[in-house]
Every structure is written in structure tokens, then in C-alpha cells.
Nanobody, 121 residues
Framework: QVQLVESGGGLVQAGDSLRLACAASGRIVSNYGIGWFRQAPGKEREFVAAIFWSGSSTTYADSVKGRFTISRDNSKNMVYLQMNSLTPEDTAVYYC??????????????WGQGTQVTVSS
């Protein structure tokens, strides 16, 4: 079992930055992927970014490449999502997720409760 708790959401203006944090606990092994997804009102949940628990491999959705950066601190069991140049289209509930391997990008088993990000124009 893996437990995930997100934090760091809030209300910001367009162009601002925000950093989300995900605290991971439980049975996390080196080949786990930790990712971020988001769900805007009236839309399906979509993949944002992912990183492996070990190594340096990362992947991003095209919509956030160059603006968002995912990172981790294994010593603290934390994964972060640095979001820059935010736009109103980034408004959504952001979820942290975990799964073995690159399945993290499509169908993770473990989810956090979500944190709201609202970007005003």
C-alpha cells in the first residue's frame, strides 16, 4: 500500500508560480513512478508529469512542458511539482498518484485526495 498526501494548492494570478508537494509513505520501491494528474471542472482527469522514485527519468504532458518541473527528495519521501507561468487553463484539482513503472502515466492505483489550484486572469 502507498499513501499520498498533496499540499500547496491555492489561488494565484496568471503568470504566477506555485509549488505543489506530495508526501509519500508506505511500500515504495525504486521502480515506482510518482506522478501528477489534474482534473478541471467538466473535464476528464489528465496526466501532467511523472518521475521515477529512483533515477532521473521524467515525462510531461505537452501542455505543461517548459513550464512545469517535477522533482523528488527521496530523503524526505517527497515529490514536488513546480508550476511556472500559470494560466487560467491550469485551474484544476491536482492529484498525486503512484504506480509501478511507466503505467503511472495511464492507470495508477494509488491516489492522493487532491489539492485545488485556481489561476485568475
Amino acid at each position: 500500500q502507498v499513501q499520498l498526501v498533496e499540499s500547496g494548492g491555492g489561488l494565484v494570478q496568471a503568470g504566477d508560480s506555485l509549488r505543489l508537494a506530495c508526501a509519500a509513505s508506505g511500500r515504495i520501491v525504486s521502480n515506482y513512478g510518482i506522478g501528477w494528474f489534474r482534473q478541471a471542472p467538466g473535464k476528464e482527469r489528465e496526466f501532467v508529469a511523472a518521475i521515477f522514485w529512483s533515477g532521473s527519468s521524467t515525462t510531461y504532458a505537452d501542455s505543461v512542458k517548459g513550464r512545469f518541473t517535477i522533482s523528488r527528495d527521496n530523503s524526505k519521501n517527497m515529490v514536488y511539482l513546480q508550476m511556472n507561468s500559470l494560466t487560467p487553463e491550469d485551474t484544476a484539482v491536482y492529484y498525486c498518484a503512484a504506480e509501478l513503472g511507466w503505467t503511472i502515466t495511464t492507470s495508477p492505483r494509488y491516489w492522493g485526495q487532491g489539492t485545488q489550484v485556481t489561476v485568475s486572469s
